[in-house]
């Protein structure tokens, strides 16, 4: 029963922590767009690079 004296306001100081990491991180804007990374990757311009010998049309 003494480790409850330990474990209890640690669990507390615990979840603080946790709460403060997210709410900084929603008034950090990490949450504002969720979708655009993945859709950039999808995205991404796959034709191969022109090298300075190659002739432009």
Do not use: N, T, Y
Not at 12 to 31: C, D, E, H, N, T
Not at 44 to 52: A, G
């Amino acid at each position: 029963m003494d480790i409850l004296i330990l474990l209890i306001p640690l669990s507390l100081v615990l979840v603080g922590v946790i709460a403060w990491i997210m709410l900084w991180a929603a008034k950090s804007g990490q949450f504002d767009d969720l979708e655009g990374p993945g859709h950039s990757v999808i995205m991404d311009d796959d034709s191969p690079p022109q090298s300075d010998d190659d002739p432009k049309p």
